[in-house]
Each structure stands twice: as C-alpha cells, then as structure tokens.
C-alpha cells in the first residue's frame, strides 16, 4: 500500500431512495408509491471544498436575484440550499452544468431492495441495511490520504452518529484484512444540514442523475457528470457480476444493468 498522502480530503455523504422494506403492518410496499426500489449512497470527494462552496453559492445568489425566477414557489428552497429534486428543470440545468466544471470525484453504492437479502444478511434491521453500505461505501477510501473528513447529510435522531462512525470503521477493518496491512490515517465523521454545508449539494445532485438512471432509465443528467465517476458499484445485480462494479475501464450505462 502505497504512503498516505500528506494532506486532507474531504468527503461529503448523501442518500437516495430509503432503506424501507413493510408497512406498519408487515406488508411489503418495496417499488411501491412512497417506497424506493433502491437504497443509493454516494459520496464526493475534494481537496479543495472551499471552490465547491463558492461556486455553488456564487450561481445561487444569481439564481435568486435572476427576475426570471421572480415567485416561483420552489425559489424558496432553492434559495437555501440546491435540491435536484425539488429545483426547477432550469435551475437543474445550470447546476448540472457547473458541477461538470468542478474539480471533485465521486463514488456510490446501490442496494436493489430484495426481500431475501434484506432478511437473511441483515435480519430485517434496517440500520444494519443501512450501515452495510455504508461500511461498503468507504471500504476503499480512507487510506489514501492522512487527514479524512466526513460529513454526513444529517437525517434522524442524533443517536445515529455513533454507528455511522463504526460503519466507516468496519469498511477500513475489511480493507485492513483484504489487503493485510493497517490504516493509520486519522478519520472523523460528523453530521451537517445542507443549508450550512453547500457541497452536500453536490451530493445531492450526484445521487439524484444515479437514481434517476436506475429507476427512470434516464442518462441524460448522469452523462452531463459521468467524468466525475471514479466508481459505481451495484452491488446486488448479482447476474452481471463481477462487471456489475463500473469504473473508468467498465463505464457505466442503464443497458448494462438487470432491469430493477
């Protein structure tokens, strides 16, 4: 293993979809309306979170003083921080163009909701769901440089920090015994509200063109972004395994997957 790199990286987390199986009453509601086909996780990383910063609130501010966008209800929302989902197709697109000039790399794991993994692996538990993509998210990440800092999306209690943090130290445990050698970098993870932190924005954005791929079978906001893509792993597409981890080499595309 290579020397860590004497310096600090950045990595800022975010989700996509829900880790929801039944309904209050046992039913299984998977796929259907309100409920997710897909737990996505995803992550950016940077060096440099302070040009992320300015540039995402330099282009909101001229959202927000642009007459075009004079009362348009969702321009509340958008004025305190971006969100794919509810931003106007316009404000989408000049968002996604900018993300395309930003220097930031970006990882994910997408889990396919399926019953019997989520019973067998996982007991039903829906924080240890959860907490395994996590583990699976930073596996390969926090041993490449010395400093790591981490911020979570805040969602949920307070009380879900403390097995955020294990998750991330199950990841480097299995990377410590797949490769037999020891992390020594420093780590810390700590949850953050997007209206404070604007580069979870751009996880934000990331997520969205990846499930937006997944469940709609929509390219066209993955292929604005998809040279940010360092590694997409589907990680229950079972059939196409081992290529169902894509990277630069094995570039991602919905027409290689398992339909959902």
């Not at 004025?79 to 794919?84: E, K, N, T």
């Not at 063109?209 to 792993?233: I, Q, W």
Request: glycine letters at 4%; hydrophobic letters at 35%; one cysteine or more.
């Amino acid at each position: 293993m290579k020397k860590p790199i004497n310096g600090s990286n950045w990595f800022f987390v975010d989700e996509s979809g829900d880790p929801t199986f039944y309904d209050r009453q046992g039913n299984l509601i998977v796929g259907q309306d309100g409920c997710s086909s897909i737990l996505l996780l995803g992550f950016v990383e940077t060096t440099d979170p302070k040009l992320l910063r300015s540039s995402l609130l330099a282009l909101q501010q001229e959202i927000v003083n642009d007459p075009y966008f004079e009362g348009v209800p969702s321009l509340t929302k958008t004025s305190v921080a971006f969100h794919a989902k509810d931003d106007l197709p316009e404000i989408r697109y000049r968002v996604y163009q900018l993300l395309a000039t930003l220097d930031f790399k970006a990882q994910f794991i997408v889990a396919r909701k399926i019953e019997p993994v989520f019973r067998n692996s996982f007991q039903a538990k829906e924080s240890a769901f959860y907490d395994h993509l996590v583990a699976q998210l930073f596996k390969n990440a926090l041993h490449r440089y010395q400093d790591n800092r981490i911020y979570f999306a805040k969602r949920g209690s307070r009380s879900r920090q403390a097995p955020l943090q294990q998750a991330i130290q199950r990841g480097v445990q299995e990377f410590e015994s797949t490769w037999k050698t020891k992390v020594t970098t420093r780590i810390s993870a700590q949850a953050q509200v997007p209206s404070d932190e604007p580069c979870l924005s751009v996880t934000d954005y990331m997520n969205w063109a990846v499930y937006r791929a997944f469940t709609r079978g929509e390219m066209r906001y993955y292929r604005v972004v998809e040279s940010k893509v360092s590694l997409l792993v589907d990680l229950y597409d079972r059939a196409k395994y081992p290529k169902n981890w894509y990277n630069r080499k094995n570039s991602f595309d919905v027409n290689k997957i398992t339909p959902l």
